[in-house]
């Protein structure tokens, strides 16, 4: 089945600098920025979520403008959601029942996570926390949840535009949401990587980011006459396979991501009008980004960073920078990169740090995040559109071959229904023992948190390079995995250590759960697309499984490892399986 | 001098979680970063740490101190002429 088309419908915006594409477009361009908010209110709020950062910018939704209520049983990061979700419903008269919810965040409610193991009716589970959004919304769709660090974003609009465009769904809203708490931001001071001024992209003085909170949803749908004029014309996630916090080296994986998103939407670089990039203004950050976009062609195009409108949000960012992105392609004008003066990354980019009018045909959307993930999106003015059919669906899931399969659990390791190990059941003593049964020394392994130790010891028996099937062709491989408890057994850790008065960077950077995808990519040299879900159910996990499998069936990847890696305190369970499709 | 590098080596080994890795493996002089030891640039931001928990030296920019960090004996010297505390 050749692929469908997938419109960019309305979308829904909740930012520190205003309620609409529109609104945020035109204060912009006047000048404004969401960081200069003087009002005491939020002053006080900074003061009371990250006491000892206060000092620094951060771009705070202020909860009485949008609607937020303090009194309400529903927390903040949820009320935001309903609010975005409600507005696009409002405005699409959508059918629910064929309607998919797909979510993008980093850390969702963990605003209220202590020191202990969160209890199964903690509001810190991310699943949960989708459901019962989806619940008030009234929807009844299984809702997909996606917890890629900094491409969230992308990533969830990547997965949407696939199920639409393959048939899976007719109709689905990306909701990105993340807020600021000490938890984030004091785990980015400890990272030592945000600016103490308003960030500036890709200027020669910049000295890191800024953060921000945003609530966004966009719709994605089949149906043209619930289009804004915009459609999702193609998209790719790559990893680099090279460190989980530091940007590649030389920019190549985000260059094949953004030139993979090009050809699946029939265009090489000449086409594309403008790329709104992450620009986050570390000095690594762009530096990358500057090699990435010369390595796919668009060191001419005009390029611009959001970031210093409404700060890095996280697990929103994507969702928010792709509705901005939509906005400037109808407006035939680009927003420029606010403060940026005098170029400074390593390879020479055509930055606008004014508003440009454009010829507006096409956008590369692209961001990338700790765990090494890249993302790009290609989004067209609807007029400009073309039919590609470089992913036919033609295979079916009859092709697909289960080749390998690991299971870690209760003191046994199993690899291809074989009990390779059967040991002590305390998960920290288990997994020291099958690393000496591995017998492949590796003195990162020490360094990893427990679900990167549990995902990593899996991913070696299954794709490592001296198993049977290692990876030789780096990008032919993509890794999908999923679990309940997204990153809280480090997350846990991480508030252990703010206890203590001191945030540590070698544990922050593990509360994201995609960090062991990371872990796994740069161990087994995959650079193909690395996705982390989280699920709560058989339905959901069904739906991801049905992803992993289509990644397959649609000729983008030859291997899969896909599968469930659980780890919350003493409960662990790894379920992962090397899936290729036949010769 | 030498009592101090012994103690960084443990502090280090601690931080970073260098299992198997005893103070006595750990050269005065061998490159921290890279080769040797494969420290990266998460491990820096550890060793900052220990700078400011243990000898109170603040270190604002990694970069600035980059130098430094080459090996214990950079470090050694770095603090013993840097501590507060």
């Not at chain 1, 308003?198 to 910049?206: E, K, L």
Request: charged residues 20%; proline residues 3%.
């Amino acid at each position: 089945m050749a692929q469908r088309v997938g419109y960019l419908g309305k979308s829904a915006v909740r930012t520190a600098m205003g309620s609409s594409v529109e609104d945020i477009f035109d204060r912009a361009s006047s000048g404004e920025n969401g960081f200069c908010a003087t009002e005491s209110s939020l002053k006080a709020e900074k003061i009371r979520r990250a006491p000892d950062f206060a000092t620094y910018p951060m771009a705070l939704i202020n909860d009485s403008t949008v609607g937020v209520k303090a009194s309400s049983d529903i927390s903040r990061l949820e009320q935001l959601a309903e609010i975005v979700i409600n507005e696009i419903v409002a405005g699409s008269n959508i059918n629910k029942d064929a309607c998919t919810l797909v979510f993008a965040t980093t850390k969702g409610n963990v605003g209220v996570l202590g020191c202990d193991i969160p209890t199964p009716d903690s509001p810190t589970f991310l699943a949960e926390t989708a459901e019962r959004i989806a619940h008030r919304t009234g929807f009844s769709t299984t809702p997909i949840i996606i917890s890629n660090a900094c491409i969230s974003g992308v990533s969830a609009t990547i997965v949407a535009y696939r199920m639409i465009a393959s048939g899976e769904c007719e109709n689905a809203i990306v909701v990105g949401i993340d807020e600021l708490t000490n938890f984030i931001v004091s785990g980015f001071m400890a990272f030592k990587s945000v600016s103490d001024e308003v960030c500036r992209p890709y200027d020669a003085q910049r000295k890191g980011l800024s953060m921000g909170e945003a609530a966004a949803a966009i719709l994605l749908t089949t149906d043209e006459k619930l289009s804004s004029g915009i459609t999702i014309d193609g998209g790719c996630i790559t990893n680099d396979a090279n460190h989980i916090s530091g940007p590649s080296r030389t920019g190549e994986p985000l260059a094949n991501a953004i030139n993979t998103a090009m050809r699946e939407a029939g265009l090489d670089a000449r086409d594309i009008s403008f790329v709104n990039a992450h620009g986050t203004a570390t000095a690594y950050n762009d530096d990358m980004e500057s090699k990435a976009i010369n390595i796919a062609g668009l060191g001419q195009t005009p390029i611009n960073s959001l970031k210093p409108l409404f700060g890095h949000t996280l697990g929103a960012s994507g969702v928010i920078e792709i509705a901005m992105a939509a906005e400037e392609l109808l407006r035939g004008e680009i927003l420029g990169t606010q403060r940026f003066e005098t170029s400074g990354t390593a390879m020479p980019l055509n930055v606008a740090a004014e508003n440009r009018t454009i010829d507006a045909r096409h956008c590369v959307k692209c961001a990338s995040g700790f765990g090494g993930c890249n993302a790009a999106v290609v989004l067209s003015a609807a007029a400009y559109h073309s039919v590609n059919n470089n992913y036919d669906n033609t295979n079916n899931i009859n092709d697909i071959d289960e080749v390998a399969s690991c299971q870690i659990a209760n003191g046994k390791l199993v690899v291809d229904g074989e009990e390779i190990l059967s040991g002590n059941t305390d998960f920290d003593t288990f997994i020291r023992e099958i690393y000496h049964q591995k017998n492949e020394p590796n003195l990162k392994f020490f360094k990893m948190d427990r679900l990167s130790k549990l995902g990593y010891m899996g991913a070696q028996y299954l794709i490592g390079k001296s198993s049977a099937h290692a990876v030789c062709e780096p990008t032919d491989t993509a890794i999908i995995l999923y679990n309940h408890a997204s990153s809280l057994d480090t997350d846990v850790q991480h508030m252990r250590d703010l206890a203590k008065g001191e945030a540590s960077p070698a544990t922050f950077v593990y509360t994201l759960p995609n960090i062991v995808l990371g872990e796994i990519a740069i161990s087994c040299g995959v650079r193909g697309e690395t996705t982390f879900f989280v699920c709560a159910n058989a339905r959901e996990e069904a739906q991801v499984a049905a992803y992993a499998k289509y990644l397959l069936t649609s000729h983008r990847y030859r291997n899969v490892l896909f599968g469930k890696c659980e780890l919350l305190g003493e409960n662990y369970n790894l379920n992962i399986h090397l899936l290729t499709l036949k010769h | 001098m030498e009592q101090l590098k012994e103690q960084l080596k443990q502090q280090i080994i601690d931080a970073l979680s260098l299992e198997d890795i005893t103070p006595a493996d750990i050269e005065d002089d061998a490159p921290l970063f890279g080769e040797g030891l494969g420290l990266d640039s998460i491990d820096a931001l550890e060793i900052i740490l220990i700078l400011e928990r243990n000898y109170g030296i603040k270190v604002e920019k990694p970069a600035d101190a980059k130098e430094s960090f080459k090996s214990i004996n950079t470090l050694a010297e770095f603090i013993a002429k840097n501590r507060t505390k």
